[in-house]
């Protein structure tokens, strides 16, 4: 099965890195679900915060920090016979960043693709053409326009999106990656199963 795995919040995890720089640029203290864009563009200015987007996706991208079990859990399901597709928003000039931290941390996958590059390509529109089987994202917005498209579709648990209270019976609330590999076994096996 074509697995796509969000990179930021589901790999990487930046929030303790912003919370100190929000501290040490802006003397602003936040709280981890409170580094979100919509959340800091409220307290500083647009320009004050795509510097501050710049810089954390840029050459701080090295300083966050991996999510827990991801590397282990990518592993095992690429050795499971699955194809891992990191599918990303980021700018065009971020990605590069990722890719290096992608790198120098051993992540296993197979293929890294992005979605912005100033077209206004949507997630959806990538996973319908790539015919993934299951999806992976901390952006519950990403998440609700593939309800109902048969395939997996994982909202990973992250103090951001707590507040999203889940609304279709198809978006299955996963936390951290050890549950993400229970349950895309669970559906593979359950694919086997109707294809017997
Ligand atoms: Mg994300």
Redesign the pocket.
């Known amino acids: 099965m074509r697995i796509s795995v ?5 790999i990487a995890d930046a929030s303790a890195f912003k919370v100190k720089l929000a501290k040490k640029k802006f003397d602003l203290t936040l709280r981890p679900e409170q580094t979100t864009g919509a959340f800091m563009r409220r307290l500083i200015s647009n320009e004050e915060y795509d510097e501050f987007r710049r810089e954390v996706n840029g050459i701080y991208t090295l300083q966050t920090k991996i999510v827990p079990g991801c590397k282990k859990a990518l592993g095992l399901l690429m050795i499971e016979g699955h194809k891992i597709i990191i599918l990303t928003a980021r700018f065009a000039h971020e990605q590069g960043f990722a890719k290096k931290f992608l790198e120098v941390n051993n992540i296993p996958y197979n293929h890294f693709l992005f979605v912005a590059e100033g077209k206004k390509r949507t997630k959806k529109e990538v996973i319908n053409k790539l015919k993934i089987g299951a999806m992976i ?3 519950y917005d990403n998440l609700t326009n593939l309800s109902g498209s048969g395939i997996g579709i994982y909202l990973f648990d992250q103090p951001w999106n707590r507040k999203n209270k889940i609304d279709k019976s198809d978006i299955i609330r996963v936390f951290g990656w050890t549950d993400v590999l229970d349950r895309i076994r669970a559906l593979s096996a359950e694919k086997v199963e109707l294809v017997r």
């Open positions: 969000d990179f930021d919040g589901v994202d901390d952006y």
